[in-house]
């Protein structure tokens, strides 16, 4: 499918542009472990953000699938070869690629320091990209749902989590036998499933720490293959990805506050339980949990904590008390953070299309 020959015939000039907004994304039960193709040992869900993003822009022309990358304006080697390796690596999917040449120009919205998943942006931004030129070129893809189903899948194999990121709101991504649509292909659109007050919620991420991660998601991913606790894990995540849907559609927030910290401190266990172990947080990350606990237990308001593969708190709460939790990060957590470092982010609508 679409291979030089089509491209040769298409009708549609073999040149163009196109750009594309895209978010990170930050997981409620969370995907760790994958074998085969980049498929997930155990399925996921996440909330899509918002000001955390990649803007992409990319012009192609014919040519030989070279790819010249500008990230933040400048040139960046490396950034230029993963793009072009992933491009190689789907020639399955898209062979056209390699008969075009591109220039790519990236910017994220937020600091490189601040451990967010930039690959989930960035990648899912590329991958809407391509689909885009398949449109241009080929006349394909005009189905809204068709389209972002193929990002999703472009993502997934460009970047596993990638995959949830352009979606509004909640993303889901993994088979489960209770959740209609699920498959470990691509991710779906679970936003209609959920309580309306998890469309409104707000993301605070605390800085416990700028260093760069200890370990990759990569390496991390491949310490589950070695893990004892694995199986039980990849169960636990299946029950957990169940209650959670079930309490976010009734607007269960107790529910939901027990799975999503126990999903956290999970990921974190798992790294701990690995051969070799990695403790990637810091005492900052205990110190603000420990906080961000007793406020809840004091304050009977319903907030709560997720934590990446990485020492950083994202905190979690509806709009609704926005004004106090806010309040109480900037007297009683801000002093533990990096810098004095948080970065305000909240529910998305996804990835959208920009003037190109
Ligand atoms: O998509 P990857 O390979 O960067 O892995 C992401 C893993 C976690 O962020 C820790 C969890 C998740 O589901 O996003």
Known sequence: MYDAIELAEAKNALAGSIAWRSPSNIALVKYWGKYGRQLPSNPSVSFTLKNAHTNMRMTYKEGTGNVVLFFEEKRNEAFEGRMAKFMKSIADVYPFLQSLDFQIHSDNSFPHSAGIASSASAMSALCLCLCSI???IFGSLQDADEFLQKASYLSRLASGSAC???YPKLGQWGIHDKIKRSTNQYAVDVSGEVDPVFHTFKNSILIASAKEKS????????LMENNSYAPVRFKQANDNLEKLMVAMKKGDLTTFIEIVEEEALTLHAL???STPSYVLMKPNSLELIERVRSFRSKTGLP????????PNL???????????????IQEECKPFCENGLIIEDEVGE???LLNS
């Open 215 to 222: 370990v990759s998601s990569s390496a991390g991913h491949q």
């Open 303 to 310: 907030v709560c904590f997720t934590l990446d593969a990485g």
């Open 350 to 352: 996804g990835a959208f």
């Open 164 to 166: 949830r990121s352009v």
């Open 134 to 136: 398949e449109q241009q």
């Open 314 to 328: 994202h905190v979690l709460y509806p709009a609704n008390i926005a004004n106090e939790v806010q309040a109480f």
């Open 271 to 273: 790294m701990m339980t």
